[in-house]
């Protein structure tokens, strides 16, 4: 018969049972879901109410606007925020606030007018909507284009001389139009936004105008970028208005 020790010592030669596995890790946290930003707009001359989200840039921002009001992206000429008008210091830039009402102001009637240059400057400072649209920014008083009637602010330069200037920036066609001959004639093809009943005939507002726009501290907006995800940011104080200090989509060229 097998001895006790002889069996116990065949039992410490015996392979143990494997180890139970260990018990799953705690599943790591969900990463945080990013808000829904949904900004109200409508077409400046009249429209209801659309909702726009998902944009990034303003290409992205005039793609959202169309599709609402079922139209053509280059059929918006540039947007204002929380006013219909054509009020170039509610001009849209790099940033959105998030309670902003987005104003899209769209083509209205093509316009022709001749232009004598008899001095450098035209009086014109111009900029552009970030997609492909040089527009007139303000107009100089007294200056050659002042005298012109027809021309206004927030008319959109579509062609000099019958050469297509649309998907130029601003600082190119400021150089053309600073690069043509004094006393010889030229013609400017123009696009009006569309207008409400309550704008028609009105010529547009002095650059001798004060600021309008406030800022309040606290107040968020959305940062739209050229490149890379829009970001939501708190509203800098007024310091930051400061030309050095603020970056937005578009630069303006005075000539």
Not at 173 to 188: D, G, H, I, N, Y
Not at 196 to 203: E, K, L, S, T
Request: net charge positive; aromatic share 6%; hydrophobic share 35%.
């Amino acid at each position: 018969m097998e001895s006790a020790a002889a069996r116990e010592a065949r039992g410490a030669e015996a392979p143990r049972p494997p180890a139970p596995p260990p018990s799953p890790s705690e599943p790591p946290p969900a990463p945080r879901a990013r808000p829904r930003l949904v900004f109200r707009t409508q077409l400046a001359h009249g429209s209801p109410t659309g909702k726009i989200e998902g944009f990034t840039n303003v290409r992205e921002l005039y793609a959202k606007i169309a599709e609402a009001f079922g139209i053509a992206p280059t059929e918006i000429l540039f947007c204002t925020l929380n006013s219909h008008k054509v009020d170039m210091q509610k001009l849209l830039g790099g940033q959105i606030g998030l309670e902003d009402f987005i104003f899209a102001h769209v083509r209205g009637e093509t316009k022709e007018v001749e232009v004598t240059k008899t001095e450098d400057a035209l009086g014109l400072t111009i900029t552009d909507n970030g997609a492909g649209y040089a527009f007139i920014k303000r107009i100089k008083e007294g200056s050659i284009i002042n005298r012109i009637e027809a021309v206004c602010v927030g008319d959109s330069i579509e062609a000099i001389n019958d050469h297509s200037i649309v998907g130029c920036r601003h600082y190119e066609v400021a150089k053309m139009l600073r690069e043509l001959p004094k006393s010889q004639p030229f013609t400017l093809r123009l696009v009006q936004p569309k207008r409400a009943f309550d704008m028609i005939g009105q010529r547009s507002r002095s650059s001798k105008c004060p600021m309008e726009a406030k800022v309040t501290s606290g107040r968020e907006t959305l940062r739209l970028r050229s490149g890379g995800a829009a970001t939501v940011e708190e509203v800098h104080p007024p310091w930051w208005r400061h030309p050095r200090r603020r970056r937005a989509f578009r630069s303006l060229r005075a000539i």
